[in-house]
């Protein structure tokens, strides 16, 4: 199963900033948080990664709540291109290796 | 940098035929990649592990003998659905693992398997 749980939709206005919540609440403390989104027909897109420090890149900014059990990913000017479903993952031990599981998502449609 | 190629794009094939699907990784070397497969409308599920040199790791439920997984090179992993039959027609995605720094997958850009 998947460990982490998003709203499954949300809208934006075009050139508002989108927040996109994830609740982690049994992440362990050497774990990342992961994000990537899916434009419709495409594999998944990678935007940002972080363990417990804020991070930003050029295209979100991330913030993760001190006690690692919440994540807000950050599109500052969100735009029409922007509308797809997002993506936040914690790794799960496989056999060998840790893989992803995905969950179901957040929906976001930006609107004109 | 870390980009994941897939070919074919689109294959359409009758049923009872194998169709190959071939995962790249561009610009690093993965010893580890995954595949995964998506319905319309649902979410991406993971079906193997893919490691270099070794055995691929079938998630439960994944029938390993109709879905070979084959990774002879630290750039290249193929799929091939053996075969096939309408119900396995899907999105089949790939991922690379890049090691450097945080262990991040990248994922190809899908391959779309339609089974007459």
């Known amino acids: 199963d998947a460990k982490t749980t998003q709203p499954p939709s949300m809208d934006c206005a075009e050139g508002r900033a989108a927040n996109l919540p994830c609740n982690h609440s049994?992440?362990?403390?050497?774990?990342?948080v992961y994000w990537y989104r899916q434009i419709h027909s495409q594999g998944p897109q990678y935007i940002i990664h972080g363990l417990k420090n804020n991070e930003t890149n050029e295209m979100a900014s991330l913030i993760i709540t001190e006690d690692r059990k919440s994540s807000t990913l950050i599109l500052p000017h969100a735009t029409l291109r922007d509308t797809a479903v997002y993506y936040c993952i914690v790794r799960v031990a496989g056999s060998g290796t840790y893989k992803y599981i995905f969950g179901t998502g957040t929906r976001l449609k930006v609107l004109a | 940098g870390a980009v994941v190629s897939q070919h074919p794009s689109r294959v359409i094939c009758k049923s009872g035929t194998s169709v190959k699907i071939e995962c790249r990784s561009l610009d690093f070397q993965a010893t580890t990649m995954f595949w995964y497969r998506q319905f319309p409308k649902q979410s991406l599920m993971l079906m193997a592990t893919?490691?270099?040199?070794?055995?691929?790791?079938?998630e439960q439920g994944v029938e390993k003998d109709k879905f070979l997984i084959n990774h002879a090179s630290l750039t290249l992993s193929t799929l091939t659905v053996t075969s096939a039959h309408p119900e396995d027609s899907s999105f089949y995605i790939c991922?690379?693992?890049?090691?450097?720094?945080?262990?991040?997958?990248?994922f190809g850009p899908g391959t779309r398997l339609t089974v007459l």
């Open positions: 991922s690379a693992l890049h090691r450097e720094g945080t262990d991040t997958q990248y």
């Open positions: 893919s490691n270099e040199g070794s055995k691929a790791t079938y």
């Open positions: 049994t992440i362990s403390g050497n774990e990342y």
